[in-house]
């Protein structure tokens, strides 16, 4: 009964990864002018396009502003998720079925559709917040100048990610009873005790769980940076990891590169979802072990 | 127990402290503070709705959210667009979410009670591999898998697109967690002696019980096909299969160039995000989003 999820990840998810594996060792080897067949003949390759991707400048700049991007975006996005987790479950707060709708809302757009309208949104002839500072004669920088790009498509992540991850964060708020927090006001804890001392404990295994979710989400940026290309001469074809990737394997033909790269990306993935797994969770449960 | 007394349906999200409300002093910071972020999330939709009102020349002319009265005009423009090519494009997102994301869910339910119920060897293996490839999803495969549908001679069709997606890490995991709450051993049991086939047993008396959760799966994934924009991007090549996602990217690329596609490509943004918002707003009480649940200590 276990036979269909087990051949389907076969054949999706393994196999994908061990051809790629394959084809991240081999190389196209050209014999003669590489006309006719058996001209180009593929070849064992050793670890040369591991060589070549890790000492590609361009992979290191993409690599660079991924984590740049990701040190930027992570912190904001989680922050605001918790700090609007901990008001809708206030019970100061007015106005919280409205909010948390419209604050989830955005996760039910495509990320192509929100570069879309943000990137309209960034643009001075379109964008309402040109229009405003322009009456109000304050400059405003460009945001899809090479300077500010940056921030432009973390607003972007940000603005499709905070529902999502204030909806995990609220919903194991829900999950405590409300007799803690009762004692706790016996005891004469203000709410924003309760919160800081009571409830952000409570949330920290959500926290962590989103924490993971965003890094990975972070390291495989991919439509945001795409869909905004044609609003903006500032983003490269090799922006990201995944995007130099895609360049290398389908505009340059170099599928040998471009799998010893993707290797790299999932191997450094795993990698750094595991140690933040390790610090985190010696921390946060290192009494229960 | 009291939670399997619970009908399924009870809205989770719904405030559960709205009684008290009102007995404590309400706080203006608060309640800003909320309304501002919604305002923000707010603010593109609104953009968007606005926009969509526009002709051409009013899109970079007027005040962005001075509203105008070409709406129409530009949904008959934007579906005469190549023969209607926007609709074809809904209706492929449609297609590859929804039966993707019912095969999917299928799928997820039956490994995720095999994984709950029966002891076998090789079990701790099996869940293992599939936490790892929780933490490798879908995007970064994107590109291994177009290399595997080319030498099945699989790339641009409709399966390069449905096929991968089946599989879901995450929903078997979910799956796993809901069969083990919602399961009980000793009904399987007892269906077993009755001489019921695994199958049927499967069928007929764990789905209907995990069937709550099952429609969380079942969003879940139709929400990330429908938001996939890497893999339909990478598999495919013939315009009439593409999803709304590769679909509307391509016209923004043509628009650098010929600027009159803009009110069609901000058209088309507002039509595609109008069902999965009509979709959220009405299935709301179903995203119960509880990722720890045993998540970090498994």
């Not at chain 1, 930027?72 to 709708?101: E, H, K, N």
């Not at chain 1, 409830?199 to 965003?214: D, E, G, Y």
């Not at chain 2, 009291?2 to 402290?17: E, G, K, V, Y």
């Not at chain 2, 080319?150 to 069969?179: D, E």
């Amino acid at each position: 009964m276990l036979a269909p999820g087990i051949v389907l990840f076969a054949v999706f998810m393994a196999a994908p990864i061990l051809y790629t594996l394959y084809l991240s060792f081999q190389r196209v080897e050209v014999s003669g002018l590489g006309l006719g067949s058996g001209a180009r003949k593929q070849v064992f390759a050793g670890l040369d396009n591991y060589a070549a991707a890790l000492g590609d400048p361009e992979f290191g700049a993409s690599v660079g502003r991924v984590l740049t991007y990701g040190a930027i975006l992570i912190p904001c996005m989680l922050g605001l998720a918790l700090l609007f987790a901990l008001l809708l479950d206030s019970r100061r707060s007015r106005a919280t079925t409205f909010s948390r709708v419209a604050i989830f809302l955005p996760y039910a757009v495509p990320a192509v559709i929100s570069s879309l309208l943000w990137g309209f949104l960034y643009l001075p002839s379109v964008s309402p917040f040109y229009y405003l500072t322009e009456r109000l004669g304050i400059e405003m920088p460009q945001i899809l100048s090479s300077q500010l790009i940056m921030f432009g498509i973390a607003n972007i992540a940000l603005w499709g990610g905070v529902g999502f991850n204030m909806i995990v964060i609220y919903t194991s708020l829900k999950a405590v009873p409300n007799d803690i927090y009762e004692a706790a006001r016996l005891d004469g804890a203000s709410e924003t005790q309760i919160a800081l001392r009571i409830k952000i404990p409570i949330v920290t295994p959500s926290l962590i769980m989103t924490a993971l979710f965003s890094i990975v989400a972070t390291l495989q940026v991919f439509a945001e940076p795409t869909t905004l290309r044609p609003l903006t001469n500032t983003l490269s074809t090799s922006w990201t990891p995944l995007m130099k990737v895609y360049r290398d394997a389908f505009t340059r033909d170099d599928i040998y590169s471009a799998a010893a790269s993707s290797i790299v990306i999932a191997a450094a993935t795993l990698l750094i979802s595991f140690v933040f797994l390790r610090v985190v969770q010696k921390r946060a449960f290192g009494q229960e072990d | 127990m009291a939670d399997t007394l619970t009908p399924p349906l009870t809205p989770s999200l719904r405030p559960r402290r709205d009684s008290v409300h009102g007995h404590e002093k309400p706080s203006a910071v608060a309640t800003a503070l909320l309304l501002l972020g919604a305002l923000y999330c707010l603010l593109p939709v609104f953009w968007v709705v606005m926009a969509s009102t526009k002709d051409g020349s009013e899109l970079f002319s007027t005040f962005t959210f001075a509203p105008s009265t070409h709406l129409f005009d530009n949904i008959a423009e934007l579906s005469a667009y190549r023969d209607g090519l926007f609709w074809r494009w809904m209706a492929n997102t449609a297609l590859y979410a929804g039966a993707g994301a019912i095969a999917s869910t299928f799928v997820s339910a039956l490994s995720g009670y095999v994984l709950a119920k029966f002891a076998f060897p090789g079990k701790g293996a099996v869940f293992n591999i599939l936490l790892m490839g929780v933490l490798v999803p879908g995007v970064i495969l994107a590109i291994p898998q177009y290399f595997l549908m080319a030498q099945l001679g699989l790339t641009n069709t409709y399966w390069a697109v449905f096929l991968p997606q089946i599989i879901s890490p995450y929903g078997i995991y979910l799956a796993r967690i809901y069969a083990a709450a919602a399961v009980p051993t000793d009904v399987v049991e007892a269906a077993r002696t009755d001489g019921a086939s695994e199958m049927g047993i499967f069928a007929r008396i764990a789905m209907p019980m995990m069937l709550p959760g099952l429609v969380t799966i079942f969003l879940f994934q139709f929400v990330a096909i429908w938001n996939n924009f890497m893999l339909p991007y990478i598999m495919l090549g013939d315009d009439t299969l593409f999803p709304i996602t590769v679909g509307l990217n391509g016209l923004l690329n043509q628009g650098a160039s010929a600027p009159a596609l803009y009110t069609l490509v901000v058209t088309g943004a507002l039509l595609s995000i109008l069902p999965l918002i009509l979709m959220f707003l009405l299935l709301q009480r179903f995203w119960r989003v509880d990722l720890a649940a045993g998540a970090v200590k498994a």
